[in-house]
């Protein structure tokens, strides 16, 4: 043997290695052929003397495209009619951004109309004060 160490690299639960290398290695995973979802990066390595050592890393894969929702939230408890506002973009290729539906529409929250209305009425009483100073 080489003195150097031998790498498999295994997705998910394949007993079939998708990389057989001598370390130290450089490998690119194309995650366009992984379903969407949790998979698992298994990496083992096995020393000129025989010895093996694992590593599993989980990561998750999102290549479709993007979803935002309004109007619900995971584990929500909800009754009647739900209105929901849902958007799905694409992310394009790795060369070019697609800008078009990129960007989720949202409601404002409550908190910003009470500031705006707060201001507007401090800047009325201000502006019927000057108007009425003698």
């Known amino acids: 043997m080489s003195g150097k160490s031998k790498v498999l690299i295994f997705v998910d ?7 057989e290398a001598l370390a ?9 052929k992984l379903a969407d979802g949790s998979h698992s990066l298994k990496i083992v390595s096995k020393d000129p ?3 093996e050592g694992v590593r599993v890393i989980p990561f998750t894969v999102r ?3 993007a979803i935002a ?3 619900i939230k995971e584990n ?5 009619v739900l209105p929901l506002m849902i958007n799905a973009y694409g992310k394009g290729d790795q060369k070019s951004f697609l800008i078009s539906g990129s960007e989720t529409p949202q ?3 409550s908190w910003v109309w009470i500031i705006i209305i707060l201001f507007t009425g401090w800047a009325l009483y201000y ?6 100073a003698p």
């Open 13 to 19: 639960d394949d007993v079939q290695p998708v990389a």
């Open 24 to 32: 130290p290695t450089n490998f690119d995973l194309d995650t366009r």
């Open 49 to 51: 003397s025989g010895k």
């Open 63 to 65: 290549n479709g495209p």
């Open 69 to 71: 929702i309004e109007g």
């Open 76 to 80: 929500d408890v909800v009754e009647g």
């Open 107 to 109: 409601s404002i929250p």
């Open 127 to 132: 502006v019927i004060r000057y108007l009425d």
